[in-house]
């Protein structure tokens, strides 16, 4: 810190008081984790200075063998812990890993049919025509992804998303009487609907998937079956999460990050069969900017160490933590969507406090509580302001901390919510935005998840 604090004394205070936060405060976001020294040091070194467009041993630049080392470690450790045919470990996130897993399909099933039938080795070789002709179809292809407030990510189909607007999109969501997914109903959107793509895969969906009902229903109607595992990539590496409920041998084509549950740096990563891997290792320079040959050395120690015997007793350990949480809750009264959680996160329906989800995640970070609000299915409030509270156990399961304090965090929680009010609004009634919690209780809270 000395050598940033003589160039840029704030970035210096900035970075320690990140790390002060992050001991002081709980970290309950779903998405978040504590990734290892190793990794840390892997990622903050001489590696970031190195250009290396291509592939390992494919490059556009020479003096590429270090990073052609790091990468290819990368991507055998991503293979083996997966159960992959191929992995490309460039993206530099999740959202950066599904654009290359949309542009590979297109590639696939749009792109290289057009080449054949026009004899061309490339889209350089077309005719204007056929160029034309191929470009129209690029913008008429359809994709079915989970939507927003059931739970799906913005880049799955959502409208203000390059995703709604690179594809034609239709959603399915939960059934609203178990907040469940209804197979069902994905079935019958998908036969009525012929999408291109199925992407399945969640940001806040407290339940299992079944992938390989999901690759049925994508094989009856011609569809690639696409999973965004960005969330519960860590419970798949540590065999949590296995036969119809592991994504990996029933997608066509995986997506995730590295940095949430798999505990690695940030970055992202797609899987995929044979059939598909030349496409998505043209990801970069066609989709993605240079590859972060630092980020590739963090993501290869990361997976090294998701390979270990003991990641899968962490992996384990995140789920009975997040079980526990949800128990915890519900014995207080709290209302979960789905009655509780199968994963590492736990979505409160906060409405039940008389709070919007803005309010209650900014009265639990007054307490020294970091989460972070989220829509719930139908959610009355919007995007916005929401009326959920999505919890998540990767973090704290990290620091290793156990099902006894996941009751007690619990407890810790409802304290706050319960003691949290919506603040009057100006113009009368009362406020979406703003809360009024006890300066006693959040300080006190505060000082029980510091020691925690
Ligand atoms: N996919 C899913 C399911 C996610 O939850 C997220 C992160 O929020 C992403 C993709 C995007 O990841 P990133 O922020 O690394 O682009």
């Not at 209804?182 to 036969?191: F, P, T």
């Not at 709070?355 to 209650?360: K, S, V």
Request: hydrophobic share 45%; glycine share 10%; proline share 4%.
């Amino acid at each position: 810190l000395d050598v940033i604090r003589g160039v840029e004394p704030r970035v210096a205070d900035a970075i320690a008081n990140e790390l002060a936060d992050q001991r002081e405060m709980l970290k309950l976001i779903a998405s978040e984790n504590y990734a290892s020294p190793a990794t840390l040091l892997a990622m903050g070194n001489w590696f970031s200075d190195k250009y290396a467009e291509g592939t390992a041993g494919r490059r556009f630049y020479a003096g590429c063998r270090n990073v052609d080392t790091v990468e290819t470690l990368a991507a055998e450790h991503a293979r083996t812990v997966f159960g992959a045919d191929h992995a490309y470990v460039q993206p530099h996130s999740g959202i950066d890993a599904n654009l290359v897993a949309f542009w590979a399909v297109l590639s696939q099933k749009v792109e290289s049919p057009a080449l054949a039938r026009a004899g061309a080795r490339q889209v350089n070789d077309l005719s204007e025509q056929d160029w034309a002709e191929l470009r129209r179809e690029f913008g008429n292809q359809r994709m079915l992804g989970m939507s927003l407030d059931a739970g799906g990510h913005l880049t799955h189909g959502f409208r203000p998303n390059i995703s709604g607007k690179m594809f034609d999109q239709r959603s399915y969501g939960t059934d609203p009487a178990t907040g469940l997914l209804d197979y069902d109903a994905v079935r019958a959107a998908a036969r009525e609907f012929r999408p291109l793509i199925i992407v399945a895969g969640y940001s806040a969906y407290p339940r299992l998937v079944n992938f390989r009902l999901m690759r049925e229903i994508a094989d009856e109607v011609g569809a690639t079956l696409m999973v965004d595992m960005a969330h519960f990539a860590g419970l798949v590496a540590g065999k949590v999460l296995t036969g119809d409920f592991d994504p990996v041998p029933h997608a066509n084509i995986v997506t995730t990050t590295t940095h949430k549950s798999l505990r690695g740096p940030r970055g992202g990563m797609v899987l995929c069969d044979e059939a598909l891997a030349e496409h998505v290792d043209r990801g970069c320079p066609m989709v993605l900017g240079g590859p972060l040959p630092h980020v590739m050395a963090a993501k290869a120690v990361a997976l090294a160490e998701a390979a270990r015997p003991e990641f899968r007793d962490y992996a384990q350990a995140i789920v009975d933590n997040s079980r526990a949480l949800a128990e915890g809750l519900l014995t207080r009264g709290a209302k979960l969507v789905t009655g509780g959680t199968d994963n590492h996160l736990v979505l409160i329906d906060v409405s039940g406090y008389g709070l919007t989800g803005r309010q209650a995640e900014a009265a639990l970070l007054d307490a020294g509580i970091v989460t972070n609000r989220n829509s719930v299915p139908q959610d009355p409030n919007g995007a916005w302001y929401t009326s959920g509270i999505r919890i998540g156990t990767p973090a704290l399961t990290t620091r290793g901390l156990g099902t006894a304090e996941m009751d007690e965090i619990a407890g810790l929680i409802d304290t706050v919510l319960s003691g949290a009010t919506a603040a009057p609004a100006k113009n009368g009634g009362t406020s979406k935005a703003h809360h009024v919690l006890d300066a006693a209780v959040a300080e006190q809270v505060a000082k029980r998840a510091a020691d925690l």
